[in-house]
C-alpha cells in the first residue's frame, strides 16, 4: 500500500508541478458504493456496491492538457501503479474528454 500511496503522491506532485492537475480524488471502497437505478415510476432502486461485482473505481483525475497524448500518457503512468508484491498493477484506465461547452445537437 504504501508504494502505491507514494506512485500516486509523485504523480500528483507532477502534474501540480507542471500546471496540469485540475482536481484528483481517492474514492471509498467497495464497502461505500451504492449502485442507484430508477425504476419504472421514477424511484431509487438503491443497491449496496458498484454496478459490475469485482470493479471499483478508486479515484479521478482532472487533468488539462495540450493534448490526447499526454492525457494517455498521464493515463499509463496511473495505470502502472505499484499492486501487491510491489510490481504495476497495469490496471485499466479510462480516459474521458470533457467538452468546454455544450455538446453540439445536430438539427432535425
Given at each position: 500500500m504504501l508504494a502505491m500511496f507514494a506512485h500516486m503522491d509523485a504523480l500528483n506532485q507532477e502534474l501540480g508541478a507542471a500546471g496540469e492537475l485540475v482536481e484528483a480524488r481517492g474514492?471509498?471502497?467497495?464497502?461505500?458504493?451504492k449502485t442507484v437505478?430508477?425504476?419504472?415510476?421514477?424511484?431509487?432502486?438503491?443497491t449496496d456496491g458498484p454496478a459490475e461485482p469485482g470493479r471499483i473505481l478508486a479515484g479521478y483525475w482532472v487533468v488539462d492538457v495540450k493534448d490526447e497524448d499526454r492525457a494517455l500518457e498521464i493515463a499509463a503512468r496511473a495505470s502502472a501503479c505499484p499492486g501487491p508484491g510491489g510490481k504495476p498493477g497495469n490496471d485499466p484506465?479510462?480516459?474521458?474528454?470533457?467538452?468546454?461547452g455544450p455538446p453540439e445537437v445536430p438539427e432535425g
Open positions: 474514492l471509498g471502497g467497495p464497502s461505500m458504493v437505478r430508477a425504476t419504472d415510476d421514477g424511484r431509487a432502486k438503491v484506465v479510462e480516459v474521458h474528454a470533457v467538452p468546454e
